[in-house]
């Protein structure tokens, strides 16, 4: 099956700009969402169809992909900001949604 | 505003099964997808499986065996059997609802349940 791979973590200072990686085979051709979880909560959706994003989400999140990697950046990070992020794409193989390893983003 | 609601034991003995059910408020469950996802303690988000409003399912290929995912539109709910379960089967089960699949062939989770935490232990 599809696999997802990110890094476990990325620290970032508050206000700078974090990067958060997505690799997968040929990902550029996929359509990547995300979804950010803090400690305790349930996941919430925060973009869509690679760089689209839900209603009460902060343009401070964005995404972009190409070749084997997706990213999602989140500019002028907050301490709020701070949680699990996951992307996800749909493995049209099995008809089936799959997420990545998950990445641990800490504002320090 | 869509709400989703899971419900259940927390507490399965190893070779029973676990049941659950999720129960939707605030909108419509046609022309949705339903999905069941859980996550093991530290660990990354697993897709079990989904329903369409109408009753076809699609499953994890690596628990296909033991998952049978059902739904009933009069009660507004879809729920989540799985059989044999052991400690591996210990985590966070989440219902989540699915859009339907976009004219670029994907889709994803617009609304999540809180979770329940399931603990599978005699």
């Known amino acids: 099956s599809y696999v997802l791979t990110q890094p476990p973590s990325v620290t970032v200072a508050p206000g700078q700009t974090a990067s958060i990686t997505c690799g997968g085979n040929?990902?550029?051709?996929?359509?990547v969402h995300w979804y950010q979880q803090k400690p305790g909560q349930a996941p919430v959706l925060v973009v869509y169809?690679?760089?689209d994003r839900p209603s009460g989400i902060p343009e401070r999140f964005s995404g972009s992909h190409s070749g084997n990697t997706a990213t999602l950046t989140i500019s002028r990070v907050e301490a709020g900001d701070e949680a699990d992020f996951y992307c996800?794409?749909?493995?049209?193989?099995?008809?089936?949604?799959?997420f990545g390893t998950g990445t641990k983003v800490t504002v320090l | 505003q869509v709400q989703l609601q899971e419900s259940g034991p927390g507490l399965v003995k190893p070779s029973e099964t676990l049941s659950l059910t999720c129960t939707v408020s605030g909108g419509s469950m046609s022309n949705y997808y339903w999905g069941w996802i859980r996550q093991s303690p530290g660990k990354a988000l697993e897709c079990i499986g989904y329903i369409y409003y109408s009753g076809s399912t699609n499953y994890n290929p690596s628990l296909k065996s033991r998952v049978t995912i059902s739904v009933d539109t009069s009660k507004k709910q879809f729920s989540l059997k799985l059989s044999s379960v052991t400690a591996a089967d210990t985590a966070m089960y989440y219902c989540?609802?699915?859009?339907?699949?976009?004219?670029?062939?994907?889709?994803?989770?617009?609304?999540w349940g809180q979770g329940t935490l399931v603990t599978v232990s005699s």
């Open positions: 040929n990902i550029g051709s996929k359509s």
């Open positions: 169809d690679d760089n």
């Open positions: 989540a609802r699915l859009l339907p699949i976009d004219r670029t062939g994907t889709t994803w989770f617009d609304y």
């Open positions: 996800q794409v749909w493995d049209r193989s099995y008809d089936h949604p799959v």
